[in-house]
């Protein structure tokens, strides 16, 4: 999904009391551990000429079940709740929500998983 896409999407079915503008859009797709760039794709801006959006997809390395949405979200998107339970990760040292039995977050676990599926590749 691009990110006017995702923008029409937030303004169409979001109720969103603040949209984000398109640069925070990006910087939020651009960093955010839950998506991925999987290509680009030439969208009509009018006058037949043409760009490049990046497209983005979920990361389904990282998020596997809606459930790991929660545990890979960035301190700043958590609810307050979710802030008050968010412990730092000893792998990345971000903030995550981390459970009991786990060795440090949910997006070090599973890029662990990565790194060794990487390595028996080669
Ligand atoms: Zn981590």
Do not use: F, H
């Not at 006017?4 to 939020?28: F, N």
């Not at 760009?51 to 979200?73: F, G, M, P």
């Not at 730092?88 to 903030?95: D, G, H, I, L, N």
């Amino acid at each position: 999904m691009t990110r006017a896409r995702m923008a029409s999407i937030l303004r169409t079915d979001g109720e969103y009391r603040v949209l984000p503008s398109d640069s925070s859009l990006t910087a939020m797709l651009d960093k955010n551990v839950q998506t991925k760039q999987v290509g680009t794709e030439k969208v009509e801006v009018g006058d037949g000429e043409r760009v490049r959006n990046v497209v983005y997809a979920i990361d389904e390395r990282i998020i596997q079940d809606r459930e790991d949405l929660a545990y890979t979200r960035p301190y700043s998107s958590m609810t307050a709740s979710e802030k008050r339970r968010a412990v730092r990760c000893p792998e990345c040292a971000q903030m995550r929500l981390i459970k009991d039995q786990w060795s440090s977050c949910l997006v070090c676990l599973r890029r662990v998983d990565k790194e060794t599926a990487l390595s028996q590749d080669r």
